[in-house]
T-cell receptor, first 113, second 114 residues
């Protein structure tokens, strides 16, 4: 079985500040890890993913995430927040069962001017 | 390419009514999925289809049925809607069903059951 825990259902930062969204996973097999973003009233779109290889993964819009196997974590960061980053962010894991993604409950990011 | 399309975008039903949510993808993906999204719950898998001709239950299948009409289309049916099925429904597709490939999502259907 696999699971995802996103710490903090709501994170608020100031424009220009560091963004850190936390994700911990549980998987009985080597995981594939994803971050998706959902803007208001839209579907989800992929920010970045980790499959194999380099543990620091860069995605769109300046986001990156680091896979840390020893900590079972895949935290999402961005050095400087923009107002346009305000959205809900979902961490997801696959690998335990064929064809299925398991999502965390999401973190709503608010960016204050 | 339109990607993943869903119809309708909004729907209001009365308890006991039935309806079908439609989903189509033009990316030649083998796998398709239906999720529901509720506040604070993330996305929960209702049903999925690993390939044309196959469907399987996900985490929350009760009250729903699906049909994989062909490779492009995957529909979700509510036979007798209940207020607990008020939610936002997302369809997604994935190339090949390989675990490392991302899923592509449609814009969602907002369903209210009164």
């Amino acid at each position: 079985a696999q699971s995802v825990t996103q710490l903090g259902s709501h994170v608020s930062v100031s424009e220009g500040a560091l963004v850190l969204l936390r994700c911990n996973y549980s998987s009985s097999v080597p995981p594939y890890l994803f971050w998706y973003v959902q803007y208001p009233n839209q579907g989800l779109q992929l920010l970045l993913k980790y499959t194999t290889g380099a543990t620091l993964v860069k995605g769109i819009n300046g986001f990156e995430a680091e896979f840390k196997k020893s900590e079972t974590s895949f935290h999402l960061t961005k050095p400087s927040a923009h107002m346009s980053d305000a959205a809900e962010y979902f961490c997801a894991v696959s690998g335990g069962s064929n064809y299925k993604l398991t999502f965390g409950k999401g973190t709503l990011l608010t960016v204050n001017p | 390419n339109a990607g993943v399309t869903q119809t309708p975008k909004f729907q209001v039903l009365k308890t006991g009514q039935s309806m079908t949510l439609q989903c189509a993808q033009d990316m030649n993906h083998n796998s398709m999925y239906w999720y529901r999204q509720d506040p604070g719950m993330g996305l929960r898998l209702i049903y999925y289809s690993a390939s044309e001709g196959t469907t399987d239950k996900g985490e929350v299948p009760n009250g729903y049925n699906v049909s994989r009409l062909n490779k492009r289309e995957f529909s979700l049916r509510l036979e007798s809607a209940a207020p607990s099925q008020t939610s936002v429904y997302f369809c997604a597709s994935q190339w090949g069903g390989a675990l490392e490939h991302e899923q592509y999502f449609g814009p969602g259907t907002r369903l209210t059951v009164t």
